[in-house]
C-alpha cells in the first residue's frame, strides 16, 4: 500500500512582502528578445533568405524590426518549454511548501541558455526531493513532444550536401519520426523548421538536466530513491562521460569539468529516513526512460 505524504507546514518560510522581481522580469525580456532574433535567422536559413553577410541580414532586421515576427514561432516554442520546466519545479516546491524564487533565464546569443530557480529553503524529505527534481523534466518533455511532431508535420526532406553541420537525433526524435512515417531515405535527411530545433534543444537540456550527479535533476531522483548510493552513482556516470567526451563529442570533457566543480555529492533532507511510496518508483522510472530517450552521445557533428 502507498504511503501518503502531507505537506510540511512547520519548515515553510512564511510568505512576506518581496520586491517586484525586477531581474526575473528583465531577464526574461532579454531572452524573449534574444531568441525571437535567433529565431529569425533561422527562419532566414529555413526560407533560403538568409544573407551570406550575417552583418548585412541583421543590419536589415534592425532596418525592418517586422521581420522579427518571423521568429516568433522558434521563440515562443523554446521559452514555452523552459518555462514549463522552471514552473514544475518552482510550482512542487510551493505544493511542498518549499521556499523558492521565480525562474531566472539566461539570454545568450545562441538564443538561450536555458533558466533555473533558486530553492531557498531546506528540502524537508526524500519524497518531496523526488518530486520537486522529476517535475521539471517532466513538465518541460511533456511540452517539448508536441512542439517535436508540430516541427516534423513542417520540415523538409533534402539531399545531404557534401559537407553539412548536423545535429545528432535523440531516440525520442527517431521514435516520433517512425510513428508519423518522417524518416528520411537513405542519403537524405530533415532540414528541421526552427521550432523542430527548439524541441531539440529542450530535449538535450532534458538529458543533462537527468544525468544522476550531484543537485541536478537526475542527482534529486537518485538521491531520494538510492540514498547513499547516489555518490558512487554520480562517480560512476562522470567516469563514463570522460570516454564519451573523447569518442563522440568534446563537450562531454567541459560538461564533465563543470559536474566536478560544482560537486557530485548531495546534501541531506531534513528527514532522509521518510519512506517513499510506489507511486515515487515509477517517477524515477519514468525518469530513467526520459533520460534513454532524451540522450545524444554525439549532440553536434560536421559531416
Known sequence: MDNTFTRPAEIFVEDVPRPFPWLNVILFALTCLSTTLVGTLLMADFNNTLHPDLSTFLASIFSSPSMLLSGLPFSIAIMTILMAHEMGHYLTCRYYRIDA?????????????????????????????LEVGIAGPIAGFVVAVPVCILA????????????YFGFGEPLIFKLLAVLMHKTPPPGMDFQLHPIGLA???????????????????????????????????????????IPFGIFYWQG???????????????PMTLDDSSPLSRRHTWLGWIGLAM?????????????
Open 101 to 129: 524564487s521565480l525562474p531566472y533565464f539566461i539570454p545568450w546569443f545562441t538564443g538561450t541558455m536555458g533558466a533555473f530557480i533558486r530553492i531557498r529553503s531546506p528540502i524537508p524529505n526524500r519524497a518531496s526531493l
Open 152 to 163: 516534423l508535420l513542417n520540415s523538409r526532406v533534402v539531399v545531404l550536401p557534401e559537407h
Open 199 to 241: 524541441a531539440w534543444f529542450g530535449f538535450f537540456a532534458t538529458s543533462l538536466n537527468l544525468l544522476p550527479v550531484g543537485q541536478l535533476d537526475g542527482g534529486h531522483v537518485t538521491y531520494a530513491l538510492l540514498g547513499g548510493l547516489h555518490r558512487k552513482i554520480a562517480q560512476a556516470i562522470v567516469f563514463v562521460l
Open 252 to 266: 562531454w570533457l567541459v560538461w564533465t569539468t563543470v559536474l566536478l566543480f560544482l560537486g557530485i555529492r548531495h
Open 291 to 303: 533520460l534513454i530517450l532524451c540522450f545524444v552521445p554525439m549532440p553536434f557533428y560536421i559531416a
